[in-house]
């Protein structure tokens, strides 16, 4: 059958295109993708190409699909599947396998979130990758990945235990944490996870520079609603301040922070996080830099005397990716605070490649749709000459602004369908 997918064939070099998939295998399953969030991840494979390393040095001969942050529905399962996969069943996958550096989403030429249908791989399926997914938002699904990446940074981050030499995994329950340059989609994630899990810090400290995001921080998280889970949420502009360190350690009274996540590849962010560190304090450095030389300062004298250390997280894994499925599913965490931007496939190779300069949150792609990619902030006036979106605006609007199960359900059935 043919599919359409986003094709990368080397650096800035990704093309729409149409083309015939092969018959599956035994071990393969045929699938409808339906949605795909864009991630910065995938920028940085479009503009390294094959220095990236998880996209094949062959790209311009064979190229791969990209898109790893997406959810569909099963079509036709290969005979070694059947009677645990079925088609119908709606699905999500881990794409990072720990048995290779090999990724869906940069390394195969036939699966990948950016396409109208894909061939899952063999070794998805045996590693046991591919989870049902049972939610009604196809969004919620492709949106599990990025939430398994905060859930697995929390889980990596790790405290000492005096006189022992062992470590505690995962934050300090009923301690402080601090989130630095936080309120971009992943640090949204990251907040909304800290405040609704069970091991929860008593104080969080926000950070960033961007009044306008900190002011929809503070709307999509507000502080009253983490007072009522015991977590008190302060959220501080530190763009105009003379001593950041300084007024972030008062706030923590003077202790300094048990759990630091720095979200900005910025080294000043970095040495930030650092010194507001408290005894045994653990920083973990989520972000991901683009410069393979990236460094920053850090206290030397603290690691030896106050036990402070780094954790760096990048992905998460199958049982993160689980726990976001049951949480979401549970309405304790909403993966709709992260969206911004909605579009179709005829959009995304161009919103890939532009990625840090259109901003926001996360850009969902919904594979058989045409649509460009639209701010759902601009609903509204695009309604004012255009029912289609004047009817997404009212259903984002019933849902303070949110991106949602009813407003997505609307662009499938009445948006424009992509050829192809």
């Not at 990368?8 to 393969?28: N, Q, W």
């Not at 560190?277 to 991901?288: P, S, V």
Request: proline share 5%; aromatic share 10%.
């Amino acid at each position: 059958m043919k599919t359409t997918a986003l094709r990368l064939y080397g650096k800035k070099d990704v093309r729409l295109e149409t083309f015939e998939l092969p018959p599956i295998r035994d071990d393969e399953i045929l699938v409808k993708l339906v949605c795909d969030s864009l991630c910065m991840s995938s920028y940085k494979a479009a503009q390294k190409g094959p220095g990236h390393k998880r996209v094949p040095a062959d790209v311009a001969e064979n190229p791969t699909v990209l898109g790893h942050e997406f959810c569909g529905e099963i079509v036709e399962v290969g005979a070694k599947w059947r009677g645990k996969y079925a088609p119908g069943m709606r699905f999500v996958i881990q794409t990072g396998m720990k048995e290779t550096y090999d990724a869906i989403g940069y390394s195969f030429p036939y699966m990948g979130g950016d396409m109208t249908y894909g061939i899952i791989p063999a070794a998805a399926i045996s590693g046991g990758y591919v989870l049902p997914y049972g939610g009604d938002a196809f969004f919620y699904g492709a949106l599990v990945e990025p939430l398994s990446c905060v859930t697995g940074a929390v889980h990596g981050n790790y405290h000492t235990v005096h006189g022992e030499y062992t470590h505690a995994m995962g934050i300090k329950a009923g301690g402080k944490a601090a989130a630095l340059a936080a309120v971009g989609p992943m640090g949204l994630a990251m907040l909304d996870y800290l405040i609704h899990r069970d091991e929860r810090p008593s104080l969080l400290v926000v950070t960033d520079i961007d009044a306008g995001r900190l002011a929809r921080a503070g709307k999509v998280l507000p502080a009253e609603d983490a007072k009522r889970h015991g977590v008190e949420l302060v959220y501080v502009n530190t763009g105009g301040m003379d001593d950041p360190k300084a007024a972030l350690r008062a706030l923590s009274g003077g202790s300094g922070f048990d759990d630091v996540f720095v979200f900005a590849p910025v080294p000043a962010v970095v040495e930030q996080g650092g010194a507001i560190l408290a005894y045994d304090g653990c920083l973990n450095f989520f972000a991901g830099p683009e410069n393979e030389a990236f460094s920053a300062p850090f206290n030397f004298y603290d690691v030896h005397y106050n036990a402070t250390h780094i954790a760096g997280t990048s992905g998460g894994n199958t049982d993160d990716m689980i726990e976001s499925l049951a949480l979401a599913a549970a309405g304790r965490i909403d993966p709709a605070i992260l969206v911004t931007h909605v579009g179709g496939l005829d959009s995304a190779a161009e919103a890939t490649l532009d990625m840090p300069r259109i901003g926001g949150g996360k850009k969902l792609i919904y594979t058989h749709v045409s649509m460009p990619l639209t701010a759902i902030a601009d609903f509204g006036a695009l309604g004012e000459n255009d029912p289609f979106f004047a009817e997404l605006d009212v259903r984002v609007q019933a849902h303070n602004g949110l991106w949602n199960v009813d407003a997505e359900r609307y662009l499938l059935e009445y948006g424009k369908r992509l050829c192809g």
